[in-house]
């Protein structure tokens, strides 16, 4: 199997021979289900599974693209890692795996705007769709968005990010992630390309499929 699977227990949890069955089990016929559709993926996958909090509260897992061969993946082993693997280990690989390939591309995603990085994220949420699972973070206000994108693409390159990527102090939650998820829907539906077909595109190129005049801030904001 092209993907090798690192389980790393520590003093507060120990993986189960039932743990490693059930992430196995949604591993091996995942990777090869999404190399068909991204077949930029790299020869030789990672996968390290560690167990701690910090986890996305409505799944109890969270994932990362720490490289385009590497995705690392943290599960709250109170909520059961059995069990939590089997609802959501397939969904996080079609998300962290579009993202590997796209580190291919553009290894510097994490020092750049939020041009760059809400693409990234709407680009993989929108692919993880295809696994059959809207996420909370790519489950956007329809009526709300556009002004939210307006307001994000507004802000300098040099504010902190952290806030409009996961939790803002008006109590809005992943407002990147949403506003990417909608404007890589926009390019798909008026493209008629798929989000692995765009995986390879750059930011301005999606964001101009999206119909939309988006443009990085590099002064800060009056």
Known sequence: MPISVHLLSNDDYEFTTMDE?????EVEPTE?????LLPGLRGRLNLVVTTGDGVIPETGEVGFAASPDVVNWKVD?????????????RHMLFHEF????????IPSYYTQDWYGGSVFEGLATVFEREAGRT??????PEDEIESWAEELFAQPVDHTFNHWKFQHPDGRRWISYRVGTWLVDRAVERSRRSAADLVWETTPVIVKLAGLDYHPVTTPAT
Do not use: F, K, M, S
């Open 77 to 89: 082993p109170t909520r059961g890692v059995a069990d939590v693997a089997r609802q959501h280990l």
């Open 98 to 105: 579009h993202h590997c390939v796209r580190l291919i591309r």
């Open 21 to 25: 069955q059930a992430i196995l089990a």
């Open 135 to 140: 996420p909370p973070y790519g489950d956007y």
């Open 32 to 36: 090869p289900e999404v190399r068909a």
